[in-house]
């Protein structure tokens, strides 16, 4: 199977917002709402008797409909044409208004990446139609906190991105705090934070409420309590703890179930462990003897199929099958050399999203084969994956991707 490389080595690294736009800590989410443009996308584009149309020759409905679709690497360049250009394209919280409101919806890949020799943490921004990059305001957040112990979820139909807990390096100190960035308005505020400082916990969406679970609290010891924020209310509530404290390698909904696993770790002195929340009846149970000792890596939900790429097996790709209690593996060549560990992955509908080292990117297309069957007595792959690797500026050599969320707008 071929190969599809896209070069991007050449393409600078945009802005995707004001770079001014800082976080204030009193910034409430009814004042910012009334801040924002009307959604009738008309209205703040309905010329006056003096000015020209935003296209010469066509409605403005229609060419409207025309600039919302420019990428916005193009903005800087086309905001000059005219007076009204410049409104729509220089404000990238009414631009992405106005796509909302007019039905457009494009998938940013967003990565917490860190710098490997100052530890600076940064997102950086990936346009998925486009391919290319992209930076929004800074997250505020303590300087010495560990990448990895945020637990980051992603509401695509919001638009919008979580932030929740962590740890501070030095101390060994969970937080409590919950960070929302909002892709509409291009910028973070401070949640509600959660009733449990926590880090290194599974973390998931279902129903449009966030559920978290497990972690470390403070002198490492593992938690078994979970809880579920309502993002509109703002309001976390305690829902039935998991039944044994453990803290989270990875997590997964699937069929509106949250799966938790602690992972595998060297040496093996024990089975790894694992438990699934049923919110509809607030009940954890364990997980399949079978489902935990496969689950050897990071994974994404396809077609309600536990997909993982695994850390022990030359990074290939393996699928559970939840009716036959198994685990196979999926057919196709491997994953591009040049992603290493550690990595960060997500889900594009039947895509998945790698970004390693460096911040190098492959997308994993995957399709069922023809034919192909399930069951125990079924020999072939159910599935099938090819990579496309995706290049990027040299200037990201020296980052580390710790999460991925994929957003819609």
């Given at each position: 199977?071929?190969?599809?490389?896209?070069?991007?080595?050449?393409?600078?690294?945009?802005?995707?917002?004001?770079?001014q736009?800082k976080?204030?800590?009193?910034f409430?989410?009814a004042?910012?709402?009334?801040?924002?443009?009307?959604?009738?996308?008309?209205?703040d584009?309905?010329?006056?008797?003096?000015?020209?149309?935003?296209?010469?020759?066509?409605?403005?409905?229609?060419?409207?409909?025309?600039?919302?679709?420019?990428?916005?690497?193009?903005?800087?360049?086309?905001?000059?044409?005219c007076?009204?250009?410049?409104?729509?394209?220089?404000?990238?919280?009414?631009?992405?208004?106005?796509?909302?409101?007019?039905?457009?919806?494009?998938?940013?890949?967003?990565?917490?990446?860190?710098?490997?020799c100052?530890?600076?943490?940064?997102?950086?921004?990936?346009?998925?139609?486009h391919?290319?990059w992209?930076?929004i305001?800074?997250?505020?957040?303590?300087?010495?906190?560990?990448?990895?112990?945020?637990?980051?979820?992603?509401?695509?139909s919001?638009?919008?991105?979580?932030?929740?807990?962590?740890?501070?390096?030095?101390?060994?100190?969970p937080?409590?705090?919950?960070?929302?960035?909002?892709?509409?308005?291009?910028r973070?505020?401070?949640?509600?934070?959660m009733?449990?400082?926590?880090?290194?916990?599974?973390?998931?969406?279902?129903?449009g409420?966030?559920?978290?679970?497990?972690?470390y609290?403070?002198?490492?010891?593992?938690?078994?309590?979970?809880?579920v924020l309502?993002?509109?209310?703002?309001?976390?509530?305690?829902?039935a703890?998991?039944?044994?404290?453990?803290?989270s390698?990875?997590?997964?909904?699937?069929?509106?179930?949250?799966?938790?696993?602690?992972?595998?770790a060297w040496?093996?002195?024990?089975?790894?462990?694992?438990?699934?929340?049923?919110?509809?009846?607030?009940?954890w149970?364990?997980?399949?003897v079978?489902?935990?000792?496969?689950?050897?890596?990071?994974?994404v939900?396809?077609d309600e199929?536990?997909?993982?790429?695994?850390?022990?097996?030359?990074?290939?790709?393996?699928?559970?099958d939840?009716?036959?209690?198994?685990?196979?593996?999926?057919?196709g060549?491997?994953?591009?050399?040049?992603?290493m560990?550690?990595l960060?992955?997500?889900?594009?509908?039947?895509?998945?999203?790698?970004?390693?080292?460096?911040?190098?990117?492959?997308?994993?297309?995957?399709?069922?084969?023809?034919?192909?069957?399930?069951?125990?007595?079924?020999?072939?792959?159910?599935?099938?994956?090819?990579?496309?690797?995706?290049?990027?500026?040299?200037?990201?050599?020296?980052?580390?991707?710790?999460?991925?969320?994929?957003?819609?707008a």
């Amino acid at each position: 199977m071929r190969r599809v490389r896209v070069s991007s080595h050449q393409s600078p690294v945009h802005k995707l917002g004001d770079s001014q736009m800082k976080l204030t800590p009193k910034f409430r989410l009814a004042a910012a709402a009334s801040a924002l443009p009307s959604p009738t996308p008309s209205s703040d584009f309905e010329p006056s008797s003096w000015e020209t149309p935003l296209i010469p020759g066509l409605p403005d409905d229609a060419a409207l409909n025309c600039l919302l679709r420019l990428p916005v690497e193009a903005h800087e360049a086309c905001r000059l044409v005219c007076r009204r250009w410049h409104h729509l394209l220089a404000d990238k919280a009414r631009f992405f208004t106005q796509r909302k409101a007019m039905g457009f919806r494009s998938p940013w890949l967003f990565t917490l990446a860190f710098h490997r020799c100052t530890g600076k943490i940064q997102w950086k921004v990936l346009d998925l139609n486009h391919l290319t990059w992209h930076t929004i305001p800074t997250m505020p957040c303590r300087d010495r906190a560990c990448p990895g112990g945020f637990g980051c979820v992603a509401i695509p139909s919001d638009g919008t991105l979580l932030v929740c807990g962590g740890l501070v390096s030095d101390m060994d100190c969970p937080l409590h705090l919950v960070l929302k960035y909002d892709i509409y308005k291009n910028r973070w505020t401070v949640m509600t934070r959660m009733l449990s400082a926590r880090s290194f916990f599974a973390g998931g969406v279902i129903d449009g409420q966030v559920y978290v679970a497990g972690g470390y609290s403070t002198d490492q010891f593992e938690l078994n309590s979970a809880e579920v924020l309502d993002p509109v209310k703002g309001v976390w509530q305690p829902v039935a703890s998991m039944g044994m404290n453990m803290a989270s390698s990875d997590s997964a909904v699937i069929s509106g179930r949250l799966y938790v696993t602690e992972g595998c770790a060297w040496p093996f002195f024990s089975l790894p462990r694992g438990q699934v929340y049923d919110p509809k009846i607030d009940r954890w149970e364990a997980m399949s003897v079978v489902m935990r000792e496969g689950w050897t890596g990071l994974s994404v939900v396809i077609d309600e199929r536990l997909f993982v790429i695994s850390e022990y097996e030359r990074m290939k790709v393996k699928v559970y099958d939840q009716e036959t209690d198994s685990w196979d593996s999926v057919n196709g060549p491997p994953m591009p050399e040049r992603i290493m560990k550690p990595l960060s992955v997500s889900c594009l509908d039947s895509k998945i999203v790698v970004v390693g080292r460096g911040l190098q990117v492959a997308i994993g297309h995957v399709k069922r084969q023809p034919g192909s069957g399930s069951g125990a007595n079924n020999t072939s792959s159910s599935y099938l994956i090819c990579w496309q690797d995706v290049d990027v500026p040299r200037t990201f050599s020296d980052l580390t991707p710790s999460s991925s969320q994929i957003l819609h707008a």
